[in-house]
Nanobody, 119 residues
Framework: QVQLVESGGGLAQPGGSLRLSCAAS????????MAWARQAPGKGLEWMCGISFDGRVPYYADSVKGRFTISRDNAKNTLYLQMNSLKPEDTALYYC????????????WGQGTQVTVSS
């Protein structure tokens, strides 16, 4: 059973930073590309970035490129997202997922971690 547990969210000021973590279990983490996605209030799920199974190839949506950095530690079955230069429009519930996220079953999704960017 896939389990994804996101953590590290909170309140940040515009221009600030946060680091999110995602602990994965129930599948062979090192075999899968992974991604971060987010859902802002009243909006749909937005894919933000992904990383290859071995961590060598990160890729980003234009909305976060240059500000966010995705990484992983396969020895710890953990995915990370370093978020810098945060903007109010980054406010959302953040999820980690297998990439492509279309392969995720409804039961695979974790609870997410809330990020709020406000002064």
């Amino acid at each position: 059973q896939v389990q994804l547990v996101e953590s590290g969210g909170g309140l940040a000021q515009p221009g600030g930073s946060l680091r999110l973590s995602c602990a994965a279990s129930g599948f062979t983490f090192s075999n899968y590309a992974m991604a971060w996605a987010r859902q802002a209030p009243g909006k749909g799920l937005e894919w933000m970035c992904g990383i290859s199974f071995d961590g060598r190839v990160p890729y980003y949506a234009d909305s976060v490129k240059g500000r966010f950095t995705i990484s992983r530690d396969n020895a710890k079955n953990t995915l990370y997202l370093q978020m810098n230069s945060l903007k109010p429009e980054d406010t959302a519930l953040y999820y980690c997922a297998k990439d492509p996220i279309s392969t995720m079953r409804p039961s695979d999704w974790g609870q997410g971690t809330q990020v709020t960017v406000s002064s």
